[in-house]
């Protein structure tokens, strides 16, 4: 079992700057995944960014990439969202995940290969 809990959520204006953070309790394996997720009222759960413990490519959803980064902290087994330029669509429950497996690239901005989800952190993006 993997505990993940997410932080760093809350009210910004656009334009603003937010890093949410996810503490995962273990790594399952070295190539295992951890993914952003959101969901906005009434949508379905999009895919936002993914990265590998071991590094290699990091893909994005099309509505963030060139404004969010994801990185790690392997040894404090974290990994950051670092979202900027934010805009109202933004707004939404961010959720990170982590896969038991290795998925490969494209199965990676999919909700299907992770067995572990956080509860979840709230942004708000108004003015």
């Known amino acids: 079992q993997v505990h993940l809990v997410e932080s760093g959520g809350g009210l910004v204006q656009p334009g603003g700057s937010l890093r949410l953070s996810c503490v995962a309790s273990?790594?399952?394996?070295?190539?295992?995944?951890m993914g952003w997720f959101r969901q906005a009222p009434g949508k379905e759960r999009e895919f936002v960014a993914a990265?590998?413990?071991?590094?290699?490519?990091?893909p994005y959803g099309n509505s963030v990439r060139g404004r969010f980064t994801i990185s790690k902290d392997n040894r404090k087994n974290t990994v950051y969202l670092q979202m900027n330029n934010l805009k109202p669509e933004d707004t939404a429950v961010y959720y990170c995940?982590?896969?038991?497996?290795?998925?490969?690239?494209?199965?990676?901005?999919?909700?299907?290969?992770?067995?572990?989800w956080g509860q979840g952190t709230q942004v708000t993006v108004s003015s």
């Open positions: 990265i590998r413990w071991s590094g290699g490519s990091t």
């Open positions: 995940a982590t896969s038991k497996g290795s998925p490969i690239l494209s199965s990676m901005i999919t909700p299907a290969p992770y067995d572990y």
């Open positions: 273990t790594r399952t394996v070295r190539d295992s995944v």
